[in-house]
């Protein structure tokens, strides 16, 4: 939480006066070891569908800022929560504007450990 703190410390300081909300980008930020991972494994697995800088749709919707989307998209559900459940039952909620295409493997294609690096490498696109 430390690190959270100082990386929004940062992102304001860098930003000098009203936020500019028109398009998420991917900050440059440093990763744990577990995001840099997570970073690499979405790029193998996801990055076919799912564009991490910019808005542009490939298959699927773009992450730049799904982590701050994701605490929105079901009432009551955090940002983690939703990951999880997108990722092992991608047609339970579909994205409006999005088809069910999603692979729903990700349960046995996966370890364990390699889903929470993903996850935590998605929860830093703010
Ligand atoms: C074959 C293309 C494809 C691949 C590969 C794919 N996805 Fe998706 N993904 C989609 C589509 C299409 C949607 C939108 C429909 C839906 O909500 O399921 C989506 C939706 C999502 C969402 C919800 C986004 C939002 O804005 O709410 C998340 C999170 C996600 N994918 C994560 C992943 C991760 C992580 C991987 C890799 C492990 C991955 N996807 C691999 C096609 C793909």
Redesign the pocket.
Known sequence: MVTLGLIAASLLAACGGPPDTSIPTTPTVELSPQEAAGKR??SQ??G???SIVGEAA????A?AG?AT??ET?IEGMSAHD??IE??LD??A???PG??????ST?GTT?TGEEMDA?IAF?LTLK
Not at 98 to 103: A, E, G, S, T, V
Request: net charge positive; aromatic share 18%; glycine share 6%.
């Open positions: 494994l979405f697995y996801c076919a569908c799912h490939i298959v699927g919707p992450m799904i989307r994701a998209r939703y990951l997108s990722i991608p047609g909620y579909l994205v999005f088809d069910n295409l999603m692979p990700w996966l993903i998605m």
